[in-house]
């Protein structure tokens, strides 16, 4: 099984639609991300679950809601998006460590077209 | 808030050239890492870098942890086609989750 893997691959839902990717990781690692990935312009973190409890919001929308019920498993519930919100959303993972150092490992991404 | 310059944007080579790329800070970073992403693929980790001058091999890639803290470099010896893709730089600025990350450099390889 490889590292981080993430369903589904493509996603299109409308504006009133409720849909929600999922991301598992087989890495043994104890700290979740949530980015997206805009054309053009750097990665931008949404969430990050350590330890299944969740340590960064960066002032994301609520209409993103993440769920992350054990340290494999990482949910992101999508309700009453904009078109704006169509990207490629990537999962990552990485061992939470005393050092501080996170190196992550990403997953294949959804790539989510809002229409 | 911090960011990241990343040069250049992209890049067109010959196969069997050398390529180099950099990140710039304006802030001290504890930590390098350099990421390639391939077409409908997520990044994956090529270098990471945790000391002021360290510099790390990875096959043909070299990447370079500045010794201001602020920067750092990516070298890619005699490329090859499977090279092409997206490079990110992300640095780790403290001790929190927050990777902060370059908007990549887009490597070509000309026909």
């Known amino acids: 099984e490889t590292g981080v893997t993430q369903t589904p691959r493509h996603l299109v839902m409308g504006m009133t639609n409720k849909k929600s990717l999922k991301c598992e990781q087989h890495?043994?690692?104890?700290?979740m991300y949530w980015y997206k990935q805009s054309a053009k312009k750097p990665l931008e973190l949404m969430f990050v679950?350590?330890?299944?409890?969740?340590?960064e919001n960066n002032s994301v929308p609520s209409r993103f809601s993440p769920e992350c019920p054990n340290s494999s498993h990482l949910f992101l519930h999508l309700h009453t998006l904009q078109p704006e919100d169509s990207a490629l959303y990537l999962c990552?993972?990485?061992?939470?460590?005393?050092?501080?150092?996170?190196?992550?490992?990403f997953g294949p991404g959804t790539r989510l077209t809002v229409t | 808030g911090q960011q990241l310059n990343q040069s250049p944007q992209s890049m067109f080579i010959q196969e069997g050239e050398d390529v180099s790329m950099n990140c710039t800070s304006s802030s001290i970073f504890n930590t390098w890492l350099w990421y390639k992403q391939d077409p409908g693929e997520g990044p994956v980790l090529l270098i990471a870098l945790y000391k002021a001058g360290e510099l790390t091999s990875n096959g043909r890639l070299t990447a370079q942890f500045g010794i201001t803290r602020k920067d750092s470099f990516l070298n890619i010896s005699a490329s090859i086609p499977s090279d092409v893709g997206i490079y990110f730089c992300?640095?780790?600025?403290?001790?929190?989750?927050?990777?902060?990350w370059g908007a990549g450099t887009k490597l070509i390889i000309k026909p």
């Open positions: 992300a640095g780790q600025p403290d001790s929190n989750y927050q990777l902060i």
């Open positions: 890495l043994g690692h104890n700290a």
């Open positions: 679950y350590s330890l299944e409890e969740r340590v």
């Open positions: 990552a993972s990485s061992q939470d460590s005393l050092a501080g150092v996170h190196e992550q490992y």
